[in-house]
């Protein structure tokens, strides 16, 4: 818990220069253009602080296979375009449990 603290705490600095939608590694355009991605959207309930995102975002990108994290703080969603060969939904669920922020699929009947 200290450590998420703390990641919080560095993260009120990084708010004010980056916004907190950022679309990272791969373009998800490109990525969407490719039958081999997948795109999951995960509700993550714990997300209570305008930095939270970026803990999120950065765990689940530490996810091999993972192209892009899009979270979005006001509805407390984290979409995620991946390569399902490389990661699995659970996968990237848990990187963000374990960062401290439970994560659940939002859209199920999706793919
Ligand atoms: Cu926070």
């Known amino acids: 818990m200290t450590h998420i603290m703390k990641a919080c705490t560095l993260g009120m600095v990084l ?4 916004p907190v ?4 590694a791969h373009d998800s355009h490109q990525a969407a253009d490719k039958q081999d991605t997948k ?11 305008a930095t939270c995102p970026i803990t999120v ?9 993972v ?5 979005d703080y006001r509805n ?13 939904v659970d996968m990237i ?4 449990t374990d960062a ?6 939002a859209d199920s009947k999706k793919s």
Do not use: H, N, Q, W
């Open 93 to 96: 669920a848990k990187a963000s």
């Open 57 to 65: 975002r950065k765990a689940m990108e530490k996810i091999d296979g």
């Open 21 to 24: 939608v950022t679309a990272v």
């Open 100 to 105: 401290g922020y439970p994560a659940k699929r």
């Open 39 to 49: 795109t999951v959207t995960f509700t993550i309930e714990k997300m209570t602080c």
């Open 15 to 18: 708010i004010v220069s980056a």
């Open 67 to 71: 192209l892009s994290v899009v979270t």
């Open 76 to 88: 407390r969603t984290a979409k995620v375009v991946f390569d399902p060969a490389k990661a699995k």
